[in-house]
């Protein structure tokens, strides 16, 4: 893993871009802040072949961009590919470019939108009205506050996540944001917020009903999840390999 000098310590490469990667809505720079000040969340997700699979099954559409949805970690400036209500009745797979630009100096990209704003926001809200996105994952990462080890949230009776988002065209790339709210009880010692995840369920209704996504926003319903951090997984492999 790459890594450099940040404020006297080494951190992965990925950490440091995440922090300036600043949300337009929380009129931060990001220079001068702590971590926990930072209001962008879901700087990174993966899909596994469990997710795949289990999405693919459910929703066909998937299948026809098999080359492009792939498994391994989804970051800002990637490609993922999205479940998308253009064309309906049917969910359309199509692939988005994450990241809205941000148009200021210390902004270089937008990677969230807030459900509390998104219908008004000038930047969010004809996007939230004509195009709105799902993305299938296994689960995502955000960094702990104290330590900056790197922790997993995942579904432990689920294995794959549907992230909530919008897209907009920018020039000739359509390009999405990840919607977030207030962090439940789990997520809430890491960061203060997290991403909007529906159930397979709420996909229709997200993609094709405007009111029905209004009220999605709003829902006070969040997923159990779990957390885990990276040395607790190393150290589950260490005990592995000596007891092997």
Not at 18 to 35: D, F, L, P, V
Not at 79 to 88: C, E
Not at 194 to 209: R, Y
Request: some cysteine; proline content about 7%; hydrophobic content about 35%.
């Amino acid at each position: 893993m790459r890594s450099c000098r940040y404020a006297g310590t080494f951190l992965p490469f990925d950490h440091i871009l995440s922090h300036y990667i600043i949300n337009k809505e929380s009129g931060a720079s990001g220079h001068g802040k702590k971590r926990r000040d930072r209001k962008d969340v879901c700087g990174r997700f993966y899909i596994d072949e469990e997710a795949k699979e289990k999405a693919e099954n459910a929703f066909p559409a998937l299948k026809e961009l098999r080359e492009s949805f792939r498994t391994g970690d989804i970051t800002p400036g990637m490609t993922a590919v999205s479940l998308t209500g253009a064309g309906g009745p049917d969910p359309k797979a199509v692939p988005l470019l994450w990241g809205f630009p941000g148009f200021e100096k210390n902004r270089p990209m937008i990677i969230n939108a807030r459900t509390e704003s998104v219908r008004e926001k000038p930047s969010f809200a004809d996007a939230f009205r004509r195009a709105r996105c799902v993305f299938p994952a296994g689960g995502f990462y955000e960094w702990a506050r104290d330590d900056h080890q790197k922790v997993v949230f995942r579904r432990p009776e689920e294995p794959v996540l549907y992230l909530a988002g919008i897209f907009r065209p920018f020039g000739k790339e359509e390009r999405f944001v990840i919607l977030t709210h207030p962090a439940d009880e789990v997520m809430l010692p890491v960061h203060d917020r997290m991403p909007l995840i529906l159930s397979e369920k709420e996909i229709g209704p997200w993609l094709f009903d405007t009111d029905s996504a209004e009220k999605l926003l709003v829902s006070e319903k969040t997923p159990l999840l779990t957390a885990k951090r990276d040395y607790e997984q190393i150290s589950l492999f260490d005990m592995i390999k000596e007891n092997g």
